[in-house]
T-cell receptor, first 114, second 113 residues
Framework: DAGVIQSPRHEVTEMGQEVTLRCKPI?????LFWYRQTMMRGLELLIY????????DSGMPEDRFSAKMPNASFSTLKIQPSEPRDSAVYFC????????????FGEGSWLTVV | AQSVTQLDSQVPVFEEAPVELRCNYS??????LFWYVQYPNQGLQLLLK??????LVKGINGFEAEFNKSQTSFHLRKPSVHISDTAEYFC???????????FGKGTMLLVSP
């Protein structure tokens, strides 16, 4: 079975440009998560969707970040405008909603903003 | 909010030696606990999880972890490590009622010949 699929795997962009990261969760999963990983802060939850509805976006850094889930099989994380401090690995993950269920991670999108 | 502390940022060890990676969590309620592994340039993969029942949990690749409620710990162990175990290991706690995970900062396990 295909796992969580993220694109692009690597992106280098200039400061001020718009960045869109994409995610296809595992088929049938109804929870989707966006995490950011940096050396300084480790793994941080940015936003959590359940049944395509954002449940908790308290981790979204600021208004430059936005996330959407238009349907059960697709989500985007957008940064506009991007800044060098946004450089990080962005992980999408999915699961069946429910306590103790395993969360499955994608391979990550490695973003560098220069 | 719950938090997870991984006391060691790096653990160097020789091949075939035993290893313990330490994890402590803060919570006043029942929790679910997880260990994930991240190999270089890859995503996170579940090693094992504790939900209830036996406090000794066995996972993949010969790893096991012991839940200790009184010490709020969930240490990961392996009796004999391989070079291929070189990776970063993350302890995580599930936030009550949310199904989301709060992660520790990670422990880099470095296995040398």
């Amino acid at each position: 079975d295909a796992g969580v699929i993220q694109s692009p795997r690597h992106e280098v962009t200039e400061m001020g440009q718009e960045v869109t990261l994409r995610c296809k969760p595992i088929s049938g999963h109804n929870s989707l998560f966006w995490y950011r990983q940096t050396m300084m802060r480790g793994l941080e939850l940015l936003i959590y969707f359940n049944n395509n509805v954002p449940i908790d976006d308290s981790g979204m850094p600021e208004d430059r970040f936005s996330a959407k889930m238009p349907n059960a099989s697709f989500s985007t994380l957008k940064i506009q405008p991007s800044e060098p401090r946004d450089s990080a690995v962005y992980f999408c993950a999915s699961s069946f909603a429910g306590p103790g269920n395993t969360i499955y991670f994608g391979e990550g999108s490695w973003l560098t903003v220069v | 909010a719950q938090s997870v502390t991984q006391l060691d940022s790096q653990v160097p060890v020789f091949e075939e030696a035993p290893v313990e990676l330490r994890c402590n969590y803060s919570s006043s309620v029942s929790v679910y606990l997880f260990w994930y592994v991240q190999y270089p340039n890859q995503g996170l993969q579940l090693l094992l999880k504790y939900l209830s029942g036996s406090t000794l949990v066995k996972g993949i690749n010969g790893f096991e972890a012991e839940f200790n409620k009184s010490q709020t710990s969930f240490h990961l162990r392996k009796p004999s490590v391989h070079i291929s175990d070189t990776a970063e290991y993350f302890c995580a706690v599930e936030d009550s009622g949310y199904s989301t995970l709060t992660f520790g900062k990670g422990t880099m396990l470095l296995v040398s010949p």
